[in-house]
């Protein structure tokens, strides 16, 4: 059965960190890219940040110099640490697993970004 876990939301203050984590099982994971997408109230689904399968990145302009993002293969894990956050963060974010013709999604986790 394919999952992808997705964890470490939660509330924090402008100019905050949080580490998001997102677990995968059920395919293999290594040959995916995995991404980093957050929705916001009445917005858009947007891609925060991506990682391939050699560890290739890159960020929405939004993300740059604020976010990053890595995989662990041994764990099929996909980590996103975020620093400076801001309000206008404040999203549910998912990851997902793409590869051609092939594409799974996690459930989100709520990141929310207030005093």
């Known amino acids: 059965q394919v999952q992808l876990v997705e964890s470490g939301g939660g509330l924090v203050q402008p100019g905050g960190s949080l580490r998001l984590s997102c677990v995968a099982s059920?395919?293999?994971?290594?040959?995916?890219?995995i991404a980093w997408h957050r929705q916001a109230p009445g917005k858009e689904r947007e891609m925060v940040a991506h990682?391939?399968?050699?560890?290739?990145?890159n960020y929405a302009d939004s993300a740059k110099g604020r976010f990053t993002i890595s995989r662990d293969n041994s764990k099929n894990t996909v980590f996103l640490e975020m620093d400076a956050l801001k309000p206008e963060d404040t999203a549910v974010y998912y990851c997902?697993?793409?590869?051609?013709?092939?594409?799974?999604w996690g459930q989100g986790t709520q990141v929310t970004v207030s005093s």
């Open positions: 990682i391939t399968s050699g560890g290739r990145t």
């Open positions: 059920g395919f293999t994971f290594n040959d995916y890219t």
């Open positions: 997902q697993a793409i590869r051609i013709r092939s594409s799974f």
